[in-house]
């Protein structure tokens, strides 16, 4: 059951412009949500995250935004940078049990 | 610090065999996580071990099973292999303090192949 879903397999985006990447869940009893980013022939790596008790979380140029009432959230990157081209996976969990992972969606940024 | 690693890098198989993948933590975490990412998709949860005990688990069948040693190393293993199996194997190491989802590693993962 895909209880998380990233509707975008990719994404591409010019440099110095704003990367929006998107991803719905069904499932209500989700408190927690990541973001992971992932290089080729590497492991993902922790992004950011937010709970459901935020609407926003920012980290430098990384803000995640969560909209409960619609069970979507959204990353954004400003500005994006050519290092930024990776797969992108949004995650959820139930009080830090069993995550849930979207299939990514793949980021180009070009120079 | 090595991070997290994981052996062997690529592996094929046929139906029905037994398969075991491992994994060494990163220095100072005590907690493994094993995923299962299918090609076009993302990683699946398959169980977490702490205390050299299985914790957690997803949706994953009993063919799936695991270990982890006193010095926090993981085992994977698959009995009866089929063809869906073959995917690449995560595994993940965190410290049991903090946030399990913002702490954990990923190490580069086990190819494996069911023909």
């Known amino acids: 059951d895909q209880q998380v879903k990233q509707n975008s397999p990719s994404l591409s985006v010019q440099e110095g412009r704003i990367s929006i990447l998107n991803c719905d869940y069904t499932?209500?009893?989700?408190?927690?949500f990541l973001w992971y980013k992932k290089y080729p022939a590497e492991g993902p790596t922790f992004l950011i995250s937010?709970?459901?008790?935020?609407d926003k979380n920012e980290d430098g140029r990384f803000t995640v935004f969560l909209n409960k009432s619609a069970k979507h959230l959204s990353l954004h990157i400003v500005p994006s940078q050519p290092g930024d081209s990776a797969v992108y996976f949004c995650?959820?969990?139930?009080?830090?049990?069993?995550?849930?992972f979207g299939a990514g969606t793949r980021l180009t940024v070009k120079p | 610090d090595a991070g997290v690693t994981q052996s062997p890098t690529h592996l094929i198989k046929t139906r029905g065999q037994q398969v075991t993948l491992r994994c060494s933590p990163k220095?100072?975490?005590?907690?493994v996580s094993w995923y299962q990412q299918a090609l076009g998709q993302g990683p699946q949860f398959i169980f977490q071990?702490?205390?050299?005990?299985?914790?957690q688990r997803g949706n994953f069948p009993d063919r799936f099973s695991g270990h982890q040693f006193p010095n926090y190393s993981s085992e994977l293993n698959v009995n009866a292999l089929l063809l869906g199996d073959s995917a690449l194997y995560l595994c993940?190491?965190?410290?049991?303090?903090?946030?399990?989802?913002?702490?954990?590693?990923f190490g580069p993962g086990t190819r494996l192949l069911v023909l």
């Open positions: 993940a190491s965190s410290p049991r303090q903090g946030g399990w989802g913002e702490t954990q590693y």
């Open positions: 499932n209500s009893m989700f408190d927690y």
């Open positions: 937010i709970s459901s008790i935020k």
């Open positions: 995650a959820a969990s139930v009080n830090n049990n069993d995550m849930r």
């Open positions: 220095s100072g975490h005590d907690t």
């Open positions: 071990y702490y205390e050299e005990e299985e914790r």
